[in-house]
T-cell receptor, first 115, second 115 residues
């Protein structure tokens, strides 16, 4: 398996622009997580899905952030409009649900820079 | 809510020596799992080791072992015979309870390995 795939790996955009981050989880995994990592705040859980349904989006910072999972093999995290403080590394992770024993597998991350 | 605390922002160890990274957590649940993840400069998050709360025996993976003290809610990681490739950020994580899918991460410990 190719692991969790994220695209793009790097994104540089200007303030006010829309940004869409993409994630393909590992086949067969039914839980998907979006994290944001910054030096100041560490690793933050933004939202996670179970069987394509959003379970907890309490970590989404504000209405500018939205996430979708239209099917089991694809998810997007959208920021509209983007702001410089959104600059961070965004990770997508997937896991087999149903048992706490199952680890999360992380993607390589998308480094977002908002100018 | 569960919290995970890593009180050592940064540590250093001499190559071939042993180092212990600390992690404490707060929970009222009796059934849960604990994980240590490694994040090298490449940013890729990699599972190092996991521990099931109902198992008294400490988990071991080659040079990596844990000291799990359930009553004290402590979960430290010991790295023996440290190698230069062990230099990374290490994150402690908790998963369990009613919501089996959610992970709680600590703030991380940066490990430096000196040649």
């Amino acid at each position: 398996d190719a692991g969790v795939i994220q695209s793009p790996r790097h994104e540089v955009t200007e303030m006010g622009q829309e940004v869409t981050l993409r994630c393909k989880p590992i086949s067969g995994h039914n839980s998907l997580f979006w994290y944001r990592q910054t030096m100041m705040r560490g690793l933050e859980l933004l939202i996670y899905f179970n069987n394509n349904v959003p379970i907890d989006d309490s970590g989404m910072p504000e209405d500018r952030f939205s996430a979708k999972m239209p099917n089991a093999s694809f998810s997007t995290l959208k920021i509209q409009p983007s702001e410089p403080r959104d600059s961070a590394v965004y990770f997508c992770a997937s896991s087999e649900g149903g048992s706490s024993y199952n680890e999360q597998f992380f993607g390589p991350g998308t480094r977002l820079t908002v100018l | 809510a569960q919290t995970v605390t890593q009180s050592q922002p940064e540590m250093s160890v001499q190559e071939a020596e042993t180092v212990t990274l600390s992690c404490t957590y707060d929970t009222s649940e009796s059934d849960y799992y604990l994980f240590w993840y490694k994040q090298p400069p490449s940013r890729q998050m990699i599972l190092v080791i996991r521990q099931e709360a109902y198992k008294q025996q400490n988990a071991t993976e080659n040079r990596f072992s844990v000291n799990f003290q359930k009553a004290a809610k402590s979960f430290s990681l010991k790295i023996s015979d440290s190698q230069l490739g062990d230099a990374a950020m290490y994150f402690c994580a908790y998963r369990g309870g009613y919501n089996f899918n959610k992970f709680y991460f600590g703030s991380g410990t940066k490990l430096n390995v000196k040649p």
